[in-house]
């Protein structure tokens, strides 16, 4: 990906990030405020989420701004994988939470405590439009490959989302039945569908920094390609990993025929590699085969 494209996507990027970050503390200090009047753990709960997800945005801009800086003669590829680290730290702030909600939760379960359910409704509802126009805003960069750190963004704003459904479940189950169990209930089931959410982005965090070949990439397809490329005999030592969550790095060694054309071949499987698999880093050795040379002629 060209550097100018990648500036210009951080920068539209950062821009959406702004937008929810101020829509977010402004509805986190409401959640607090009405949660602590209604002694509700749905919505108490929900607003410390939203906490992570106010240093989740931090740290979205924060990696953003550090991947767009220049290469250096200390880091020849730059600043990429700020994003990979921004999005483990989100992940791990999401499991933190969790952690925190079942435990309150637990506790409730066994001493049930009055809520007042008409307050928390309100806020839920009003939660359910904000959530939903900051899924909006995120899930046009999240879905068009804009890298790690929009995802993690956008996994936490669809968690605030579902969580504002939790809650209206349970204002609802407790203004109309007075059923108290509710509340933790609610707050149990925020949490798992939290930690399944956050499974995913963690994992691939993980598999990038372990340099895993990427998911999207078929590693025996490749290798079938470059043996299909013609004058090539046999591809070893072949390695894919990910330098961002979108841009590829490859390298390898192929065999190629006494006759073969170096230049042909070579662009032929950069060609390939750049238009097929979107890989642009690339490291190709070629190695002649010239045992043929030596082998004794028959007539």
Not at 179 to 203: H, K
Request: proline content about 3%.
């Amino acid at each position: 990906m060209p550097e100018s494209t990648h500036q210009a996507i951080a920068e539209a990027d950062s821009t959406r990030l702004r937008i929810v970050l101020a829509v977010t503390i402004a509805y986190c200090a409401i959640e607090f405020v009405v949660g602590y009047y209604a002694n509700s753990l749905a919505l108490i709960s929900d607003a410390v989420h939203m906490l992570t997800d106010i240093a989740a945005l931090v740290i979205g801009l924060l990696t953003l701004w550090v991947s767009t800086r220049p290469a250096s003669a200390g880091k020849t590829y730059g600043y990429l994988r700020a994003e990979i680290l921004g999005a483990l730290l989100n992940g791990l702030f999401l499991w933190l939470l969790v952690v925190f909600i079942w435990f309150e939760a637990v506790q409730r379960l066994r001493s049930p405590e009055a809520v007042a359910g008409l307050p928390v409704m309100m806020v839920a509802i009003a939660g359910i439009g904000i959530n939903s126009f900051s899924a909006w805003i995120t899930s046009r960069s999240a879905q068009h490959g804009h890298g790690m750190a929009m995802r993690a963004v956008f996994v936490h704003v669809c968690s605030d989302l579902i969580g504002s459904l939790g809650v209206l479940c349970a204002g609802a189950l407790i203004y109309f039945t007075g059923w108290r169990t509710a509340d933790p209930l609610v707050g149990i089931l925020i949490g798992g569908l939290v930690l399944w959410g956050s499974w995913g982005l963690v994992r691939e965090g993980v598999d990038i920094l372990m340099e895993a070949v990427p998911s999207q990439i078929d590693l025996d397809e490749l290798r079938r390609d470059l043996l299909a490329v013609s004058g090539t005999e046999e591809v070893h030592d072949l390695h894919v990993w990910c330098l961002s969550s979108r841009q590829f790095a490859l390298s390898a060694h192929a065999v190629i025929t006494p006759q073969a054309d170096h230049d042909r071949v070579l662009s032929d499987i950069s060609l390939i590699l750049s238009e097929k698999f979107k890989i642009h880093h690339m490291t190709v050795q070629l190695e002649r085969d010239n045992r043929r040379q030596h082998e004794p002629e028959h007539f």
